[in-house]
């Protein structure tokens, strides 16, 4: 994946991909946490660093609804959504609202040609629901 985008190969980027791959919608202090648990010392502005390279070159999706801080994923190759639980902010990603990308129509473009929707639905996740039922 990091020579098809024509980034080189190194263990940051390795470990980064890794991480993120087997965390979706994880938070930079998350990851710099995981990625030193498999590489030991390594500092923030690197995997800062990692993290905009992967973005910049498609690798990565970087999300940050409304109240929270960026999360990062490797969904990239779809328009997806996500589910935000308001109490313990899990993040769930959710196929297209309907229809062929960008999933949804825009009552006027303003002349803009729309490649992407981007829509967050925010409600209580199943643990919480339960957790909030009254007894």
Known sequence: MLRDAALRVTAPRLAVLTVVHDHP???TDT????VRETLG????QAVYDV???LTTAGLLRRIQPTGSVARYETRVADNH????CRSCGVITDVDCAAGPAPCLTA????GFTIEEAEVIYWGLCPACSSS???T
């Open 81 to 84: 959504h996500h589910l935000v």
């Open 41 to 44: 010392a390594v500092s923030h």
């Open 51 to 53: 993290l905009r390279a």
């Open 31 to 34: 990851i710099i946490g995981q």
């Open 25 to 27: 919608h994880s938070d």
């Open 132 to 134: 909030s039922s009254p």
């Open 107 to 110: 009552a006027d473009d303003h």
